[in-house]
């Protein structure tokens, strides 16, 4: 099967495609269908409102086996079809960190995050969640197993392999890195289907796109999300009484809040810049596989 997904690099449009009308619209269509049997089988064994126990990480991953499913047919296609006409595989450049040592890269994963969710703190202070989003967000950030499985080990499995190591990976084939990478964080902030996380969410996943860029490890982004959501998980737990869109800055204070702000700005800032000298430089895919191959044909 593994194979198959060489011989696929999906463009910007068809990855608007995957996010939009499969994902979003088409998941959303099948996930309600399947609910619908499965309770009429069993009776409130899955709820789509309010959803929470194992409802929460089973309704979350039925859209992806519907997205996966259709991404393995694309690649099992243009797989036969490359073989009937002697294509090659399109380049997979393998996971690299280059002079970054492993260790000091696993200690960096979580200073990037929290660094950020600091500096990204004011913007989700200005947005105002209304009450029945806070109400979602409280089901979301429930202490319990079935939410941890679907937010912290779910989420970052199965949208870093749609963003990043399907989205992302065909379109720096087709497109400027950081063309890609800014596309990639807008379908990441579009799937959330809500301000209050799309827009952290495009900051986030510009972050994801440049270190998957620069790696190409689908392991460090799933390790950078799965940091992020759990940190949300964990503040969760640790403070059950406080609001789902609770600011650091009213938690701690101005002045404890405006010291963490700077000193995250500069721990963020060289943190980047040692990441952007020591690891390894991204692989030059600019022009587009197909062109070179019809290049060489010629």
Partial sequence: MRKYFDYYRPKLGESWLIMLAILLVGGTIITASLVFIINLIRPGALSLTGASGWSTPVIYVIPFIFVFFYVYLRARNNYHQALGQSTPPYPNPGARLGRV??????????????????????????LEM????KEIFAKMSENNLPTFVAVVVAAPILEEWLLRNVALKGMLQHMAPWKAIAWSALMFGVIHANPWQAIP??????LLGWIYYRTRSYWSCVA??????GLSFLLAGLFPQISADASLRSLIGNNFFYIALAASVILLGLTLLYLNKKLASGPQLNITYEQQHE???S
């Fill in 201 to 206: 969410a495009f900051l986030v996943g510009c």
């Fill in 130 to 133: 209304p009450e029945f989003m």
């Fill in 224 to 229: 950078l999300h799965a940091i992020n959501n």
């Fill in 101 to 126: 040592p492993l260790p000091v890269f696993i200690l960096i994963l979580p200073v990037l995050i929290v660094t950020l969710s600091v500096i990204m703190d004011p913007l989700t202070d200005w």
């Fill in 295 to 297: 290049s060489v044909s």
